[in-house]
């Protein structure tokens, strides 16, 4: 029996759907012409797999996250780049009826704040009919495909430790949080998308719900075969949940790589801040340091040279103009030219001879702490 469901789950892992972002650039239009929200990014979810983003807030996680289902309201448009899904195509090249089919069946969307996004003059059951009229259900094969979604919705929620049956029968008021949530999870996941993206899904929620949640976005996951993408401020989810993390600032990508690398050996200095602003709750609480400064905003974000000197302690004189390096070891890249000359450092001295490579690649580390 345990054969038999370690073959499925690894057969669910390979027929998910890969997603490959490229050179993704998202504008917004204002009063002094059209600003960039997100800048160039290059990003993989190998099928699969849970990829976390992390930054602070007004980084352009959600506009990413948008992005995937070219959701992204005006004055807002998606102004470069693609967006490939398996099976599927360039997402940011699909309108109409196309796009609106590929929502929901190809690409699931938990919206951060689960309560925004039910409407309170519905039940939840009644929501979910809408979705499944919107799809086309009800229209060739009569009630039963009505009846269908609705059963796979409750049990669903059944799954997540919820009785189906009520929720569906509830107002959104009726629910708490940690139940809305859950509700969010299902509305992304009934009509068997295979790509979901979880847009702050631990936000507001108490301590237990979160510890819940997260178990139920990877126990789902792994079941149901997803590639999923998990938006967060808070590292912790994705020091939980994620297989790779990209952290943001500015609407830039400026590291990624597997979750435990990252987290374990922070290269760029934003990540080493971030970790360094993480509250103790044991040991000396003065040890947590807070970033100086304050991120950018969509008409301070530099338009040349990296978007983190201002609050950079790293900060050179190479840093003010020009582009910034992308640079690449395994399965690991950095967007920074402190990183890029500590590496070269790294070469020089194991071409030389004078110390082994391990060594001076963590030497490297200690520098930029």
């Known amino acids: 029996m345990a054969a038999e469901q370690s073959s499925e789950q690894s057969s669910d892992r390979s027929s998910a759907p890969g997603v490959r972002i490229r050179g993704l650039s998202v504008v917004y239009r204002t009063g002094a012409g059209e600003l960039p929200a997100v800048s160039g990014i290059d990003l993989d979810l190998p099928p699969g797999t849970i990829t976390g983003v992390v930054g602070e807030s007004g980084s352009g996680k959600s506009t990413l996250a948008l992005s995937l289902l070219n959701a992204v309201q005006p004055p807002g448009r998606i102004a470069a780049g693609s967006v490939e899904i398996d099976g599927l195509g360039d997402v940011a090249a699909l309108h109409g009826d196309g796009l609106r089919r590929a929502r929901g069946r190809h690409i699931g969307y938990v919206f951060q704040a689960a309560q925004n996004s039910l409407n309170p003059l519905k039940t939840v059951g009644g929501q979910l009919l809408d979705l499944g009229r919107s799809h086309g259900m009800g229209r060739s094969h009569g009630p039963d495909d009505l009846r269908g979604l609705v059963r796979e919705a409750r049990g669903l929620l059944d799954r997540m430790g919820l009785d189906g049956a009520r929720v569906l029968d509830s107002y959104q ?197």
């Open 173 to 369: 008021h009726e629910l708490s949080g940690g139940m809305r949530q859950r509700v969010g999870i299902m509305l992304a996941l009934v009509l068997n998308a295979r790509v979901v993206v979880l847009d702050e899904p631990t936000t507001a929620l108490d301590m237990i719900t979160q510890a819940t949640i997260l178990r139920i976005i990877r126990e789902v996951h792994e079941e149901r075969g997803l590639t999923t993408l998990v938006i967060t401020h808070d590292l912790g989810v994705v020091a939980e949940v994620a297989d790779n993390l990209a952290v943001m600032y500015g609407g830039r990508l400026v590291e990624q790589g597997p979750t435990g690398e990252v987290l374990g050996d922070p290269r760029h200095p934003y990540t080493r801040g971030l970790l360094a602003a993480i509250p103790r709750l044991a040991g000396d609480i003065g040890e947590a340091r807070a970033l100086p400064g304050r991120p950018p905003t969509l008409d301070s974000v530099p338009a040349d040279g990296c978007v983190f000197r201002e609050r950079c302690a790293l900060r050179m004189e190479v840093c003010e103009t020009g582009r910034v390096p992308v640079v690449s070891w395994g399965s690991r890249t950095a967007v920074c030219h402190a990183v890029q000359g500590a590496r070269e450092d790294v070469k020089q001295t194991v071409t030389a001879g004078t110390v082994t490579a391990g060594t001076a690649i963590a030497d490297m580390g200690e520098e930029q702490a």
